[in-house]
T-cell receptor, first 112, second 117 residues
Framework: GQQVMQIPQYQHVQEGEDFTTYCNSS?????IQWYKQRPGGHPVFLIQ?????EVKKQKRLTFQFGEAKKNSSLHITATQTTDVGTYFC????????????FGQGTTLQVKP | GAVVSQHPSRVICKSGTSVKIECRSL??????MFWYRQFPKQSLMLMAT?????????EQGVEKDKFLINHASLTLSTLTVTSAHPEDSSFYIC?????????????FGPGTRLTVL
């Protein structure tokens, strides 16, 4: 079945350093979404990318969707302690099932 | 954004008992709700898709007789864990999509942390 892989699993950075998490799908995605889950919390929607090669920015966060619509990345510039949490990518496959398949998540720790 | 509530937020129960978790979309109608399970330090695993007025669609490996799902209205879906055992202890999260498209963002409830003793 469709799989969404995410790397790295964990990342520890010093406050102010940049951070990137990568997401790869075994199949072409209709779109890709990114969620953030704070420790003890639930996933919160960040953004959705739909078009091939699309790039979107939210302040210090930059999201990219690959040309082949099989990979995506989230880059955080100059991390802050408030960025701590687990970032999940999730995609809808092209089979039109309406099911969102989540990556394993990347847990970010930021040292002040 | 749309708000999804879940109740209870935490529940501790004895082995063998049943636990019902409610998921409500507060300010929109959700024809489809999704139930996920998340074990510590792991990703969200889709358990089932709940459609209003029809039977839920379960993912492979999820026992439909153990995890009973009811979606009686456009704003309420329930998950009942029957005869719970310690291995059922997990974080159960529901989500709902807004109407108007299959690929919309999903709004997640705050989750229910189940501990089975």
């Amino acid at each position: 079945g469709q799989q969404v892989m995410q790397i790295p699993q964990y990342q520890h950075v010093q406050e102010g350093e940049d951070f990137t998490t990568y997401c790869n799908s075994s199949t072409t995605l209709s779109n890709i979404q990114w969620y953030k889950q704070r420790p003890g919390g639930h996933p919160v929607f960040l953004i959705q990318l739909v078009k091939s090669g699309e790039v979107k920015k939210q302040k210090r966060l930059t999201f990219q969707f690959g040309e082949a619509k099989k990979n995506s990345s989230l880059h955080i510039t100059a991390t802050q302690t408030t960025d701590v949490g687990t970032y999940f990518c999730a995609g809808y496959g092209s089979s039109n099932t309406g099911k969102l398949i989540f990556g394993q998540g990347t847990t970010l720790q930021v040292k002040p | 954004g749309a708000v999804v509530s879940q109740h209870p937020s935490r529940v501790i129960c004895k082995s063998g008992t049943s636990v019902k978790i409610e998921c409500r979309s507060l300010d929109f109608q959700a024809t489809t709700m999704f139930w996920y399970r998340q074990f510590p330090k792991q990703s969200l695993m889709l358990m089932a898709t709940s459609n209003e007025g029809s039977k839920a669609t379960y993912e492979q490996g999820v026992e439909k007789d153990k995890f009973l799902i009811n979606h009686a209205s456009l704003t309420l879906s329930t998950l009942t864990v029957t005869s719970a055992h310690p291995e059922d202890s997990s974080f159960y999260i529901c989500s709902a999509g807004t109407s108007g498209g299959l690929y919309n963002e999903q709004f997640f409830g705050p989750g229910t942390r189940l501990t089975v003793l």
